[in-house]
């Protein structure tokens, strides 16, 4: 009787530590901002985001090639395959963090290529570490 008292008595204390273990973890996670919000808030005051891109045919269309061609790159990392492609009047601007300066040209000249030339392409790719971007930290 005395075992059994005792090994309910663990297991009350076990589930009530976890679930406040649970709640705590909860709230430390809903705190923190993500890592990229001021960056995403620069964007918006810039004028060139996805939702103010054109809605014509041969932007949307240019868009989409030069997403799918650095998505089929398996060679390039989270970050390269989540970079930001605008396109307006036929010119691509490319924003967002990628981990090194190898992807930042690989992703350039991959957009040139499908654009028409570098001159077609505005390269506002970051580094992290580089003008004072950090990396995310589930992203490493």
Excluded: C, F
Aim: proline fraction near 4%.
């Amino acid at each position: 009787m005395i075992k059994l008292a005792g090994k309910t008595l663990l297991a009350t204390a076990l589930v009530s530590s976890l679930a406040l273990w649970a709640q705590t973890t909860g709230q430390d996670s809903q705190s923190t901002a993500p890592d990229n919000t001021k960056m995403n808030q620069d964007e918006r005051n810039s004028g060139k985001t996805a939702d103010q891109q054109k809605e014509n045919q041969s932007d949307r269309e240019l868009a989409r090639q030069i997403r799918r061609a650095i998505v089929q790159d398996k060679s390039l990392s989270t970050y390269a395959h989540n970079v930001k492609v605008v396109a307006q009047g036929g010119t691509v601007t490319l924003k967002g963090p990628v981990k090194s300066e190898e992807e930042k040209a690989a992703i350039e000249k991959k957009a040139a290529e499908v654009a028409g030339g570098t001159a077609k392409v505005q390269n506002e790719l970051q580094v992290p570490g580089e003008n004072g971007s950090k990396p995310s930290p589930s992203q490493q």
